[in-house]
């Protein structure tokens, strides 16, 4: 029996949704390579060999801000992904749902589309939902309300930021900062804070231990890395002073986007974010204190959303399960040929 399925496919995590089963998919977004064309390993099995596999092993990411960046490693492991979703049932006839993000060319948008097309899972039909309504949806908003609506979405590579009104989108902007750049900044600050050099793995971690938006009470993360100077191994006791003063910059950048946005927000929808406030999602959404931070830097209400990860999946099962919603999802535009 056919069935409905909702994808999606992020920087650093890939989500998908099965109807008939109503359970989600959450797995790092990456796949493994050995000699140049055989598949080794996919999602978090590939994510544990990241940084460490021997060179006849490619480990990486397939997407890259946000838009699919190897279209050839992106179809290997979206086929995957479902096979391992279905325990290996490949079944035609289904529908599919797939966010995509409103901030980039017709052509990049179209590339997701043709990626559930062209793999081998038999799809019936392909319906776009733009990633900032799925994820409005998933963090418990009714978008198609005449009622203003802000969603921050910090993701990996990027942060998107989009105003809606009645099932719309009315400004939208995005940057190339996420959890990534935060965590490439934390090993250029531990490097020269303490001449240690970190992998982005052990970066990512420290973020998550000890990582904060406020500058509060010192603590301490036990990192693992090579001292420059001697070239051995060693561990050391990070300060979340450091980590703030790697990661502060970039989330300033964040709420100057966000300011940005608000400047050209109409006004009777900007009165309404004044009074509900902004709502903040994605993976990177869970740094602490972010709340506070983005509360006295734009002097506004800010709503952290619970889970905030899986807001966009959640967001594209509401829109499969809810008739009222079905509308908010669309056939892509076809091609167009110049020439």
């Known amino acids: 029996m056919a069935n409905v399925y909702g994808c999606d496919i992020g920087t650093s995590n890939m989500k998908l949704f099965s109807k008939e089963r109503d359970e989600v998919l959450n797995e790092k977004n990456i796949i493994a390579i050995a000699n140049k064309d055989e598949l080794m390993a996919f999602g978090d099995d590939a994510f544990q060999m990241y940084e460490k596999a021997p ?3 490619t480990v990486s990411y397939p997407v890259k801000y946000g838009v699919i960046a190897d279209i050839d490693n992106m179809e290997k492991l979206f086929e ?8 290996g049932k490949m079944s035609g006839g289904n529908d599919f749902y797939i966010a995509v993000p409103t901030d980039i060319t017709e052509v990049e948008q179209r590339a997701f589309y043709e990626l559930v097309t062209n793999a081998k899972v038999k799809a019936r039909n392909v319906y776009i939902v733009d990633k900032p309504i799925a994820d409005g949806i998933g963090a418990g908003i009714d978008v198609t309300d005449s009622k203003g ?3 921050v979405n910090i993701g990996a590579d990027t942060t998107e930021i989009s105003v809606m009104s009645l099932g719309g989108i009315v ?3 995005s940057i190339k900062i996420g959890g990534n750049k935060l965590d490439e900044s934390i090993v250029s600050g531990v490097r020269r804070s303490y001449n240690l050099v970190i992998g982005l793995k052990t970066a990512e971690n420290i973020k998550k231990q000890i990582g904060s938006a406020l500058q509060g009470e010192e603590t301490f993360a036990k990192a693992f890395g090579r001292n420059i100077m001697s070239g051995l191994p060693v561990a050391m006791d990070v ?4 980590v703030y003063d790697s990661i502060i910059d970039h989330l300033r950048s964040i709420v100057d986007a966000v300011k940005m946005t608000l400047e050209i927000t109409p006004p009777e929808l900007a009165a309404d974010i004044i009074a509900y406030g902004i709502n903040i999602t994605g993976g990177t959404s869970a740094i602490r204190d972010l709340q506070s931070f983005f509360e006295m830097e734009t002097n506004l209400k800010a709503n952290i959303i619970p889970n905030g990860s899986e807001s966009v999946v959640n967001g594209i099962r509401s829109i499969i399960s809810t008739p009222s919603y079905r509308k908010l999802a669309h056939a892509p535009k076809e091609k167009t040929y110049i020439g």
């Open 80 to 87: 995957n992904f479902f096979r391992k979703m279905t325990h």
């Open 171 to 173: 400004k939208s902007k």
């Open 239 to 242: 300060s979340s002073d450091v």
């Open 149 to 151: 609506v802000m969603v």
């Open 55 to 57: 060179d006849y092993i």
